[in-house]
């Protein structure tokens, strides 16, 4: 492939991360020009024939990148910037349009549902009221696959008709918030369903757009949609029969780009996926005419799981390259970060004393004590992610706070993230974390700069602690805990 030059780089990548629509080169002639599609521009020899010159060439570079404004709207800037306080709580830009959320937002995937702890339909609008209406939080992440685990008294889709009985009691409410749902992804993922489901969320919610419509996992294949630790690319596995003729990256950016142009969202984006799958969303948007690039991704992130930022996500999402948002979820690592797991292992790590591990699962402290959840989520309790998170707590505890404020302090102030997803059970919990997150308060300031370098001396240990193992038997054959694939 020929040398692309670098003066005409920054002209057309310059024009995509202003925030602009397509359908602002409407008035150039050449804008009827086919665009190209992405594997087109990765197997041209050169670029001069492919894209124009000057001005003209910024008015058709396309979508803007991060997802357009809405119409009229000359909204948008860099990702990630704080954009306004509400009721002490920073609200940044996700992606390069006009969508703003708060800088925590509430993590729904138990809300309504079948676990020990769900919080039930009352303590969930509490939670909201207390977030939502005092405490300046906008973001609502939820799946049209929510609760987990869900029953028949208590099926999918019940978790967002919780937060549509809530909006419900007040028309202004939808307003102040930013509602962020899921397709189901996988083979459900195809341009009929994407329309088809977002109708079903709409109708649970009550309400006649969503703001952001992530895929809740790729339709392709990749490692590291799951729960294990797969973290190898088997390119064997493209032939299995539920990956092939997997939706196109242009077929869903088209999708996503028609709801917008219909009103039905604001912006689209993707979950539990990688530098790839963001970057290629991206060209095929760029490609259509008409496209909306994505605004957002989101993946587990923690302080034992900063794979995002040093796998190329991070270096992807940057203002100064397609210019996309990050949800952060599992911030507290399924609740090991919060450190209560350390001086009495979860239920599943006790084998040789069944007796505490039955008495933990009759009384568990959380999820890792329950036996399902605990086995699917053993990665965070990993040997090497045993031994991070207790070096963490040391670091807490030297620094006089607890291992949950540490978690939460560093996460919100990581340059990547626009905001972080977090869950509860309790409202002592909930106001925990919105301590964490309030612009005037002490807990809301940065961690000492002492704190974070020796938080990054522990990560320079292991920076991948959760997909690290010390317990991999000889006749596992390739499989991990979980019989996932691995390495």
Request: glycine share 10%.
């Amino acid at each position: 492939m020929s040398c692309i030059s670098a003066s005409l780089v920054p002209r057309v990548v310059s024009s995509r991360r202003a925030g602009r629509s397509r359908g602002d080169a409407k008035d150039d002639p050449r804008a009827e020009m086919t665009q190209p599609s992405r594997r087109k521009v990765v197997q041209a020899a050169g670029l001069g024939s492919l894209f124009p010159w000057g001005e003209k060439a910024a008015a058709m570079a396309g979508s803007g990148r991060g997802g357009a404004p809405k119409p009229g709207s000359s909204a948008g800037g860099p990702t990630n910037e704080t954009v306004k306080l509400v009721n002490g709580m920073r609200h940044k830009r996700m992606g390069g349009g006009d969508i703003v959320v708060s800088e925590f937002g509430l993590g729904t995937q138990r809300w309504g549902g079948a676990d020990f702890n769900s919080p039930d339909e009352k303590l969930c609008h509490a939670f909201l009221d207390r977030a939502v209406l005092e405490k300046g939080v906008s973001l609502i992440d939820t799946a049209e696959q929510y609760p987990i685990p869900s029953d028949r008294a208590r099926p999918e889709g019940n978790t967002e008709r919780i937060i549509g009985s809530w909006l419900a009691k007040d028309k202004s409410r939808r307003e102040k918030v930013v509602l962020a749902t899921k397709i189901t992804g996988g083979s459900n993922v195809t341009k009929k369903n994407i329309v088809k489901d977002l109708e079903g969320s709409l109708r649970r919610f009550g309400t006649d757009y969503v703001d952001v419509y992530t895929l809740h996992w790729p339709a392709r294949y990749t490692p590291q949609s799951n729960w294990g630790q797969s973290l190898q690319y088997h390119g064997d596995t493209e032939n299995a029969p539920w990956y092939r003729d997997h939706a196109s990256f242009e077929e869903i950016a088209e999708a996503m780009s028609e709801l917008i142009d219909a009103g039905k969202l604001r912006g689209w984006g993707m979950c539990n996926d990688n530098a790839y799958g963001l970057t290629a969303s991206c060209y095929a948007a760029y490609s259509l005419q008409s496209g909306h690039a994505p605004c957002v991704m989101q993946n587990d992130f923690s302080l034992i799981n900063r794979r995002v930022e040093e796998n190329g996500v991070t270096e992807a999402s940057s203002p100064a390259n397609e210019n996309v948002g990050f949800m952060a979820y599992n911030v507290l690592a399924g609740g090991v970060l919060t450190g209560k797991y350390l001086d009495v292992a979860a239920a599943v790590d006790n084998p040789r004393d069944p007796e505490l591990a039955e008495r933990l699962m009759s009384d568990p402290r959380g999820r890792m004590d329950d036996y399902s959840w605990g086995k699917t989520l053993y990665r965070y309790r990993s040997g090497p992610a045993g031994d991070a998170t207790r070096r963490y707590a040391a670091i807490a505890d030297a620094a006089g706070v607890s291992l949950t404020e540490l978690a939460l302090r560093w996460c919100r102030a990581r340059d990547g993230v626009t905001s972080s997803l977090i869950g509860h059970t309790s409202m002592a919990q909930l106001d925990e974390t919105l301590a964490c997150f309030d612009a005037n308060g002490d807990k809301g300031k940065p961690l000492p700069a002492d704190v974070a370098w020796e938080i990054d001396r522990v990560h320079m240990r292991n920076r991948l602690p959760i997909f690290a193992s010390d317990r991999v038997g000889r006749d596992w054959d390739g499989a991990g805990e979980i019989g996932e694939r691995v390495p």
